[in-house]
């Protein structure tokens, strides 16, 4: 399995990852996400690694003014630009890791797209269940393994190429928890009785070729470990990945991108 990035970030990458990354990809998995947590009026639900919130702002619209919505990531940077997205809602600094909430505080727990970034995922998924309700469920969205991604596992082989080993292993570090099996024995292994798995295909949207490997580099540690010359590369490369994906017509850039929402309750 590639080993995990932290992905800490600085605040100038947390507010790219805000204005390009969020509409073009996780956007895209939030309905997915609060729909298979059967988020309601009226709950209390927290959104773990929540990032600059997307997930966090539209489960407040379902809980409503009867309901609380917590968003909890590590990183400072992310949380900032939470904050001015949503002013109204509750984010807090913590490790999902020992998450700092009492026994059973949540009708639902949620977690978009971080499980990958998780050292100890058992762990993680333990302390998300020890702190939802009896009855209530945790929901973790995970995207499938990078060789079953027709468009990026392609790309991220093609940045290897020009950037090295490095690179790969922040790059694969989306894919390593695709295995839906195995993610299922690591649920068992932390008190959690999977309910569902719902399968789904989400694109990723970018304005253009060049708009999608800035997004991936400059929202991202990528950024800081890139020279100009190999910037330069792999934007003239990934054209010629992503021709398939690319209309005569439109430079709009539609990548396909699969990945499940995975359904457990406490035992």
């Known amino acids: 399995m590639a080993t995990t990035e932290t992905f800490q970030i600085t605040p100038e990458q947390a507010e790219l990852y805000e204005e390009r990354f969020v509409p073009a990809l996780f956007a895209h998995w939030v ?3 609060l729909d298979a947590a059967d988020v309601r009026a009226g709950q209390d639900v927290l ?6 919130g997307i997930v966090a702002r539209h489960a407040a619209e379902r809980v409503g003014a009867t309901g609380h919505v917590t968003g909890l990531d590590l990183n400072q940077a992310m949380l900032a630009v939470a904050a001015r997205r949503g002013p ?54 995970v995207f499938d393994l990078r060789e079953d991604q027709p468009a990026y596992g392609p790309w991220i082989a093609m940045v290897g190429r020009h950037a090295g ?26 008190g ?12 990723a949207t970018f304005p253009s070729v060049e708009a999608m490997v800035l997004t991936e580099v400059n929202a991202t540690p990528l950024a800081d470990r ?30 396909p991108l699969t990945g499940y929402v995975l359904v457990a309750t406490p035992e």
């Open 88 to 141: 109204d809602l509750t984010w807090q600094q913590g490790d999902v890791a020992a998450l700092p909430f009492e026994d059973g505080s949540f009708d639902a727990v949620t977690c978009q797209s971080a499980a990958m970034f998780f050292p100890d995922v058992v762990g993680a998924l333990r302390e998300m269940g020890r702190v939802t309700r009896p009855g209530g469920k945790v929901a973790v969205q």
């Open 47 to 52: 959104d773990v690694a929540c990032g600059t």
């Open 192 to 203: 959690l009785r999977v309910t569902a798995i719902h399968n789904h295909e989400r694109p």
């Open 226 to 255: 890139l020279s100009q010359a190999e910037l330069e590369a792999i934007v003239a490369d990934s054209y010629a990945i992503y021709e398939p994906f690319r209309t005569e017509s439109e430079e709009q850039l539609t990548i």
């Open 165 to 190: 080993a490095d690179a790969v292993r922040m790059l694969g570090t989306y894919w390593v928890h695709g295995d839906r099996e195995l993610m299922c024995e690591r649920c068992a292994a932390a």
């Open 31 to 33: 309905d997915a996400v």
